[in-house]
T-cell receptor, first 114, second 112 residues
Framework: DAGVTQSPTHLIKTRGQHVTLRCSPI?????VSWYQQVLGQGPQFIFQ???????GRGNFPDRFSARQFPNYSSELNVNALLLGDSALYLC?????????????FGPGTRLTVL | SQELEQSPQSLIVQEGKNLTINCTSS?????LYWYKQKYGEGLIFLMM?????EEKSHEKITAKLDEKKQQSSLHITASQPSHAGIYLC????????????FGSGTRLSIRP
């Protein structure tokens, strides 16, 4: 089975632009979580979606939004990009309905804001 | 809010030597995860611990959760170049969401 996939791999944007990142979970996983990892730090939780509903939100501004589609894939949108948004964006999928909530991560999207 | 502190922040070990990485939580741990990350890449799941005193092993890596469930250690035996990377501990941060709170990581380098 394929693991979590993310696209694009790398992205370069300028300040003020908008970006959309995509994630496809492991087959059968209904939960997708998004994390931001700034260089030298651990990942920070942004959002979780389960069965197409937002289940959790981290301490990020409203410029960050996400959604989950009927096939459980997800998009993370960031508006009005700032230099500080430059980071590795990680997507993770899990199956909380199975009683275990281990999250499996994708390879990430490296976003550079100039 | 819960915080995880990892030590050491970085480690250089001679190939073949053993090493230990520690993760200390500011609150009781109800689920503790260990992940490995190659530089700039995604996280690879290693192990999850839930019960106080629990110990799990995979190949040459062993992780333990202490009885009081506020500290975990990751031990690598006879280190190899393939063990190099960043090791991250994470804790279940919210019972209502799939949210992991991560430590800042330990960067491990293996010297041939």
């Amino acid at each position: 089975d394929a693991g979590v996939t993310q696209s694009p791999t790398h992205l370069i944007k300028t300040r003020g632009q908008h970006v959309t990142l995509r994630c496809s979970p492991i087959s059968g996983h209904k939960s997708v979580s998004w994390y931001q990892q700034v260089l030298g730090q651990g990942p920070q939780f942004i959002f979780q979606y389960y069965e197409k509903e937002e289940r959790g939100r981290g301490n990020f501004p409203d410029r960050f939004s996400a959604r989950q589609f009927p096939n459980y894939s997800s998009e993370l949108n960031v508006n009005a990009l700032l230099l500080g948004d430059s980071a590795l964006y990680l997507c993770a999928s899990s199956r909380p309905d199975r009683g275990t909530d281990t999250q499996y991560f994708g390879p990430g999207t490296r976003l550079t804001v100039l | 809010s819960q915080e995880l502190e990892q030590s050491p922040q970085s480690l250089i070990v001679q190939e073949g030597k053993n090493l230990t990485i520690n993760c200390t939580s500011s609150k009781t741990l109800y689920g503790l995860y260990w992940y490995k990350q190659k530089y700039g890449e995604g996280l690879i799941f290693l192990m999850m611990l839930q019960k106080g005193g629990e110990e799990k092993s995979h190949e040459k890596i062993t992780a333990k959760l202490d009885e009081k469930k506020q500290q975990s250690s990751l031990h690598i035996t006879a280190s190899q170049p393939s063990h190099a990377g960043i090791y991250l501990c994470g804790a279940d941060g919210d019972s209502s969401a799939s949210k992991i709170i991560f430590g800042s990581g330990t960067r491990l380098s293996i010297r041939p």
